[in-house]
C-alpha cells in the first residue's frame, strides 16, 4: 500500500482532536450534498486579525474516510498557528486539491495534507477532502475573524471566502 494511502487511512481510523469540546468561539455544520459527509466543527481563537492564534479546533465527522482524515489533518496544521499562517496552508490546501493534479503539494506548507493530493484527480472527491476545510473558514469568519480583509496574510482568494453550500450552520 503506497504511503500516502496509508496516512489517509491512519486519520480516518485515528483522527486528531476529534470530538467537540468547550471552550469554543463558532461552531459550523456542514454537509456535501453530493455524498452526504457532515462535518460539525468548532474554533476558538485568541486574538484579533492575522495575528490571532488558533488556540483549539474539535468537530465531529459523519462520511468518509477522505473526509475524516483530511479533517484530521486539518487540526494537525492550524492548531497553535497565527490566522494568517492558517489561511496559507489553507489556501495551499485548496490550491493542490483543485489544480487536477497539476500541483503536487507543498509538505513545508500543508504537512500530511500532500497525501490527498492523489484526490485531485477525481473531482468529485475534492468537497469530500475540502469539507472541514471550508468549514473552518467559515466558523473564523463567524468567531470574527476577517478572513476578506485586505492583508495578504490573511486575505483568501474571492471563491474561497466562504463554502458556496454552508449548510444549517449554528453559532
Known amino acids: 500500500m503506497d504511503l500516502y494511502q ?3 487511512l491512519e486519520h480516518s481510523k485515528r483522527p486528531h482532536h476529534v470530538g467537540l469540546r468547550e471552550p469554543y468561539d463558532a461552531e459550523v455544520h456542514h454537509v456535501n450534498p453530493t455524498c ?3 462535518v460539525t466543527l468548532r474554533v476558538q481563537v485568541e486574538g484579533t486579525g492575522p495575528d490571532a492564534v488558533v488556540r483549539d479546533v474539535s468537530y465531529d465527522t459523519l462520511g468518509c474516510s477522505i473526509s475524516t482524515a483530511s479533517t484530521s489533518v486539518l487540526t494537525d496544521e492550524v492548531i497553535g498557528h497565527t490566522v494568517g499562517e492558517a489561511l496559507r496552508t489553507y489556501e495551499a490546501m485548496r490550491s493542490m486539491l483543485t489544480s487536477r493534479g497539476a500541483d503536487p ?3 513545508e506548507q500543508i504537512g500530511d495534507g500532500v497525501a490527498f493530493a492523489g484526490v485531485a484527480k477525481y473531482p468529485a472527491r475534492v468537497k469530500c477532502a475540502l469539507l472541514g ?3 473552518f ?3 473564523l469568519n463567524r468567531s470574527g ?3 476578506t480583509d485586505s492583508s495578504p496574510e490573511t486575505q483568501l482568494s474571492p471563491e474561497t471566502q466562504l463554502s458556496p453550500e454552508p449548510q444549517g450552520e449554528t453559532a
Do not use: H, R, S, V
Open 105 to 107: 503539494g507543498d509538505e
Open 6 to 8: 496509508e496516512l489517509i
Open 137 to 139: 473558514t467559515d466558523a
Open 145 to 147: 475573524i476577517d478572513t
Open 36 to 38: 452526504g459527509d457532515e
Open 133 to 135: 476545510w471550508m468549514a
